[in-house]
C-alpha cells in the first residue's frame, strides 16, 4: 500500500477517536516539525502525480516513492505514521499543513505554467518566418524610379 493510504486510514482512524475524546494522541518523541511535515506531504503528493501520469520514469530511473520520502527527509516509517497521526489528532494544526501543502502545489504549478508559455513563446520566434527586405532601395527611392 503507499505512503498516502496509510497515512488516510490512520488519519481516519484517529479522527473516530478525536471525536470521542480530547487528546488521545500523545505527542510522539521524535515528532517531525509541522514544516518538515508540509515538505513530506508536497514531495508524496508530487510522487502520487508522477505515479499515475509516469509511471515508467519513476521505474527507468529506479526510484521507489516510499523510500524516495524517507531518505530525502532522514525519517523511518514508523516516525511518518505517529506523526502524522499525531497531527490528524489536532484537526486546526493538521488543516493548516494541507493548506500549506496545497498553496505548494499551486505555486509550483502556476511556476511550471509560466516556464512552459515562455518555452513556447521562445519556439514560436525561433520558427517564425524571417521576412527580407526587397530591396535596399527606401521608399522614396523606389518612388522616383516609377
Do not use: W
Request: hydrophobic letters at 40%.
Amino acid at each position: 500500500m503507499s505512503i498516502l493510504k496509510n497515512i488516510l486510514i490512520v488519519f481516519g482512524t484517529v479522527l473516530l477517536l478525536v471525536s470521542c475524546e480530547t487528546n488521545v494522541v500523545e505527542k510522539p518523541e521524535n515528532l517531525i516539525e509541522e514544516d518538515e511535515m508540509v515538505a513530506i506531504f508536497y514531495d508524496i503528493a508530487v510522487l502520487n502525480a508522477a505515479r499515475s501520469s509516469n509511471v515508467k520514469v519513476l521505474r527507468e530511473n529506479e526510484i521507489q516513492p516510499e523510500e524516495f520520502i524517507y531518505e530525502k527527509h532522514k525519517i523511518d516509517s514508523l516516525q511518518l505514521a505517529r506523526s502524522s497521526v499525531y497531527y490528524a489528532s489536532k484537526p486546526n494544526i493538521h488543516l493548516r499543513i494541507f493548506q500549506r501543502v496545497e498553496e505548494r502545489l499551486k505555486e509550483e504549478k502556476a511556476l511550471a505554467d509560466s516556464l512552459m508559455r515562455n518555452k513556447r513563446t521562445i519556439e514560436m520566434e525561433k520558427n517564425a518566418p524571417v521576412i527580407k527586405k526587397n530591396d535596399s532601395l527606401t521608399p522614396a527611392e523606389l518612388s522616383e524610379e516609377d
